[in-house]
């Protein structure tokens, strides 16, 4: 693979680092203040666009900075896969901003420029780990988006925040320290480098019991990605204001998990290696259960962001379900659905968070009528839910449809009855809200009668995700060659078979 | 001589005695602020040889380097004889940089007896040195003992309420060491034919008996220093009560004179001992790694809280280095260097704080990020750096540590990742109560924030904490060769049983 020198990875991430410094200086000119974060959130997506054409070509963009220890280096590395999450990423960056300034405004919140300046920083550590060369790179950037993340969980600064903050770092932080750590010393032991590489480091011959704990603690060290039992942070993450939960909790802290954990699997374990010591399947029945609880939980919850906290675990699992599956369809659906939910999962917690700023309702039971009040929130949530259930012409289903067929392409039948089943449970808990919104009379002594749809600033945004949620399901091309660029690396193993 | 020949003969001679030099003329000052100045003096001028030889330093060869060698005491074989490999010029190094840190730390923190505390300092920089330049056995002695006394001062004049306690504490149990020590130099004088020289000895093959019983005397003196379980129960007290500076020499350099001696004395010259014994060490090693995160994770005054964490610290050193692999004691070594620096850093900030509010319990804090943020963003750094977040010094050395253990045993992984977690517990934890919940410092009281002697300082570690986590090879490579040579002093070492030492006499 034909590798190219340089510099652009490093300064996608250092843009919103030294946008940082620059919103810290102007605290106390909010629009100059805002303008940083707006000029570094497009700089940096074009500064990612720009290197679509490289990899397109079927080359790898490599940038290393400095040699930490013998096999480790600090450095960049665009393939595919990274490329396909940066690009997300960083254009939802771009609207969350927009977003971030009509909600924490709207709502006069405290401490705004923390805010701004923590949200760069988590950016910087999102395309860090997008573009990181080595497991080490990676880790470095993971452990600096949980700490940098916390003041923005905790934003509220009373108990509930204080709470959900503790829990947040105590699940990553350690669990980062304790079986990431350990995972990454037993594959450096084992294999004697820690870098991603096209079909794996981990070859035949070795250990097979140490190779798949390497693994499990791989799998239990992410704990980003949300999987069952490691998903309680997430929940109580849902403390922080709308936006946070927006972007982090559906896009960059939450994505980076699964990014991760695919990442592993593809560069670090490999195809061959997956198949070889039989953890793919195993994976997929594992995460299965996620998907399905976490569905059933959120059945259960009235709290609105509540309800798509549980959503978005049970979703994040789908993606390490279609890798784990090994085989191309599955693969694809996979990581498209890292894009496609965060289009769609991003407007609904827009969506919960217009609707607080409107109305300060938190509860979906209160939300009887409030489609006709707020008809372009709603109907953005509509959408949202749509994509969420997998309806065909919406982002959702695109992931769907090769998630089933790459079940049916590794002959597992079972998988395939598990995200149908996934789909009803879905079903269940997000149309209930739309019906509500649209077609229930609102309860005498609500309200709901004053309620006007959210400021500009707040409803453009979420209207804008909600339209590409529809267009990269009508054409989903565009993520779709990039992420056809990934699995186009393994097509040799999937020949031999 | 000329100042030149000077400068490249007798480097490591100037830099042990020109803090000395500094502290006589002292002597002769009345007005504090000239004292101050002077004693910054000195100090940064020491820092600066200190650099210069390190730079100068061949990190190629295992050999000591800038040897200077004289009769002393010609009758009994003593030598003034001094030397750096890899090892020891580092910690050369670290004892230069936080000798004039010292110096800024106490800049207003002290305020009776200037002088006499400044001149404590600088006898203390030249003894510290002193230790880690000497390759005669007796003349290493004659400075270990003399940092006994500079020391004792500092705690029992300048400590906190109850000082005389902690000093005499800390004076009995080193002691303590320093005679065993003494026992088991004057063994080695005689089985060795009447030699101090610290090369020589280490080329001498002993038989297992006698090094199980050197061993055992080398060990409690330099584990009474470092201090491992159960021998660290002075350290807290010893802490709590010494004033900043104080804090930061114990931590950032006495400590090291323990593992300092394992590395110089025990390995070298007691290889089948010291592989024999080092099941035991490490078993100690890992109950400080866990007991002493967990008596750390327990207290309420964030001084002793950091006391306990160098416990635990000093664990994964020690058992770093008995692993006697590579990545063990470079790991090891680094870990050393890396402990020096940052818990230094953060006795440092506790006693910034402890100046503005003259209470160190964490109960009493809470409000460091709202009133005092640049403060907060350094302590956040250095506690970081402490619980070794990946970018930061301490990351690397728990990493080769942990490579190192992976290697010799794979369940210690399990016993350091406690370690690890706990440490990450403890150190956040306290930064929660330190940095956030209050509003409002008790009684309204203003308080400032850092000011710029005290950026200096932070800033002169924070250097250390990113360049070793970022670009740690620049110093491993110092200690690369002289550590290679050290693992084959061990492992090289076959085990003589007393028969054929006795046929080959």
Avoid at chain 1, 125 to 132: D, L, P, T
Wanted: aromatic content about 16%; some cysteine.
């Amino acid at each position: 693979m034909e590798v190219v020198t340089s510099i652009k990875p490093f300064l996608a991430v250092l843009v919103s680092a030294v946008a940082v410094v620059l919103i810290l200086a102007s605290s106390r000119n909010p629009d100059l203040r805002e303008f940083w974060s707006f000029g570094a959130a497009i700089v940096k997506f074009l500064i990612v666009l720009s290197m679509t054409p490289v990899i397109m070509d079927g080359k790898v963009i490599e940038f290393t900075l400095f040699t930490i220890l013998p096999g480790i280096d600090f450095g960049f590395r665009v393939d595919a896969l990274g490329l396909f999450f940066a690009t997300t990423a960083s254009f939802l960056w771009i609207i969350t901003t927009a977003y971030s300034i009509g909600y924490m405004r709207s709502l006069n919140e405290h401490s705004q420029t923390r805010y701004f300046a923590c949200f760069a920083i988590a950016l910087s550590s999102a395309i860090g780990v997008a573009f990181a060369k080595n497991l080490f790179t990676l880790y470095i950037f993971y452990e600096i988006l949980s700490i940098m993340t916390y003041p923005l969980v905790a934003h509220n600064e009373d108990k509930d925040a204080w709470e959900g903050g503790k829990k947040y770092i105590v699940y990553l932080v350690g669990l980062s320290k304790t079986a990431l750590l350990a995972a990454i010393v037993m594959t450096y032991m084992i294999t004697g480098t820690l870098d991603f590489k096209e079909g794996g480091i981990f070859t035949a011959g070795m250990q097979p019991v140490l190779v798949t704990l390497t693994y499990v603690f791989f799998l239990i060290g992410f704990a980003k990605a949300g999987i069952m039992p490691f998903h309680n942070w997430l929940p109580s993450a849902m403390v922080a204001p709308t936006p946070v939960s927006g972007l982090l909790h559906a896009v960059a802290v939450v994505k980076v998990g699964v990014f991760s954990v695919v990442k592993v699997i593809l560069y670090t374990f490999g195809l061959d290696a997956m198949g070889l010591f039989n953890l793919g399947i195993p994976t997929a029945f594992f995460v299965s259960f996620t998907i399905l609880a976490a569905s059933i939980i959120a059945l259960t919850k009235d709290d609105l962001k509540a309800r798509l906290a549980y959503s978005t675990v049970s979703q994040l699992s789908y993606v390490i379900l279609g890798v784990a599956l090994l085989t191309p369809d599955g693969i694809l659906g996979g990581i498209m659905h890292i894009a496609n939910h965060a289009f769609s999962k991003i407007t609904l917690f827009f969506c919960a968070g217009s609707i607080y700023v409107a109305s300060h309702i938190k509860k979906i039971s209160r939300l009887n009528g409030i489609g006709r009040k707020m008809p372009f929130t709603m109907a953005a949530f509509t959408i949202g839910a749509f994509s969420m259930i997998g309806v065909p012409a919406v982002a959702g289903f695109t992931s769907k449809w090769f998630l089933v067929i790459g079940s049916l392409q590794a002959g597992s039948i079972a998988l395939m009855v598990v995200l149908l089943a996934s789909t009803l449970l879905n079903a269940a808990y997000f149309l209930p809200i739309v019906f509500r919104a649209f077609f229930k009379e609102p309860e005498p002594g609500s309200h709901t009668e004053q309620v006007r749809e959210a400021p500009p600033f707040v409803v453009v945004p979420l209207t804008i995700t909600a339209v590409i949620s529809v267009i990269i399901g009508i054409w989903p091309d565009y993520f779709l060659e990039i992420a056809e660029m990934v699995i186009h690396e393994g097509a040799d193993i999937w020949k031999a078979h | 001589m000329s100042w030149t020949e000077l400068y490249n003969h007798h480097l490591l001679s100037i830099i042990i005695f020109l803090p000395l030099l500094g502290a006589v003329a002292l002597l002769f000052m009345k007005n504090e602020r000239l004292i101050r100045w002077w004693t910054l003096a000195f100090m940064v001028a020491d820092f600066m040889l200190t650099t210069c030889l390190v730079f100068k330093f061949d990190s190629t060869t295992h050999r000591m380097q800038f040897v200077e060698r004289y009769g002393w005491i010609e009758r009994f074989n003593i030598d003034y004889y001094l030397g750096v490999d890899g090892i020891s010029v580092l910690f050369v190094f670290l004892t230069g940089l936080v000798g004039w840190i010292c110096v800024l730390a106490s800049w207003t923190a002290i305020e009776k007896r200037v002088k006499e505390f400044m001149i404590a300092l600088l006898v203390m920089q030249t003894a510290m040195i002193g230790v880690f330049c000497a390759l005669d056995f007796f003349l290493f002695y004659v400075f270990w003992e003399i940092m006994l006394i500079p020391m004792y001062l500092i705690i029992g004049v300048w400590g906190g309420a109850n000082r005389i306690y902690s000093a005499v504490k800390f004076f009995l149990y080193t002691l303590a060491g320093s005679i065993l020590m003494l026992v088991g130099m004057i063994v080695l004088y005689f089985k060795a034919g009447g030699s101090f020289d610290i090369p020589y000895l280490m080329e001498q093959k002993y038989e297992f008996t006698l090094q199980a019983f050197l061993f055992i005397l080398f060990f409690v003196a330099f584990a009474i220093k470092v201090p491992m379980f159960p021998f660290h129960t002075w350290l807290p007290d010893a802490h709590v009560e010494a004033p900043t500076a104080g804090s930061i020499i114990l931590a950032g350099v006495l400590l090291k004179m323990g593992t300092y001696g394992f590395l110089r004395f025990s390995f070298p010259m007691l290889p089948d001992a010291s592989l024999f014994f080092a099941k035991p060490v490490i078993v100690l090693s890992i109950i400080a790694i866990i007991y002493g995160g967990f008596l750390a994770l327990a207290q309420e005054d964030m001084k002793k809280l950091i006391a306990y964490s160098s416990v635990s610290h000093m664990g994964f050193v020690t058992l770093g280095l008995f692993l006697f692999n590579k990545n063990g004691i470079e790991g090891g070594i680094l870990q050393m260097f890396n402990h020096g620096i940052t818990t230094s850093a953060l006795f440092l900030c506790v006693g910034l704080i402890y100046e503005r509010t003259r209470t160190r319990l964490l109960g009493h804090y809470g409000w460091a990020a709202k009133l005092v943020p640049w403060y907060a963003v350094f302590l956040f750094i250095f506690s970081l750096a402490s619980l070794g977040f990946p970018g930061t010094n301490g990351f690397i050395g728990e990493f080769l540590i942990l490579l190192g253990a992976y290697e010799e045993y794979k369940l210690y992984l399990v016993f350091l990742i406690i370690g690890i977690i706990v440490g990450a517990a403890y150190m956040l934890w306290m930064y929660q109560r330190v940095a956030f919940g209050k509003h409002h410092a008790e009684g309204g009281h203003e308080i400032k924030d850092v000011n710029l002697r005290e950026v200096v300082a932070m800033v002169a570690f924070l250097v250390f904490v990113l360049w070793v986590g970022f670009h740690p090879v620049d110093f491993l490579n110092i200690v690369d060769d002289s550590v290679a040579h050290l693992i084959s002093q061990v492992k090289g070492g076959e085990l003589l049983t007393e028969a054929a030492v006795e046929a080959a006499h």
